[in-house]
């Protein structure tokens, strides 16, 4: 039986947002490019790994 650990997706998309953040005020990269890839990196996130609403629909 395979354990579905919840919450690797919202564990995972605030690192990438905390990451993101350093980038954007050591000025590497703009507010506009920060947007596109935190719109990237939650999709690709959630859709790869659970997340804790996933855990509430199957209750």
């Known amino acids: ?9 919202d564990y995972y998309y605030a690192v990438s947002r905390q ?3 350093g980038l954007l005020d050591k000025g590497l990269i703009t507010e506009e490019q ?3 890839i935190d719109d990237l990196n939650r999709r690709t996130i959630f859709e790869k790994y659970p997340s804790i609403a996933d855990l ?3 209750a």
């Open 19 to 21: 990451i993101l953040a």
């Open 1 to 9: 039986m395979d354990s579905i650990l919840y919450g690797q997706a």
């Open 34 to 36: 920060r947007d596109k």
């Open 56 to 58: 509430e629909v199957r």
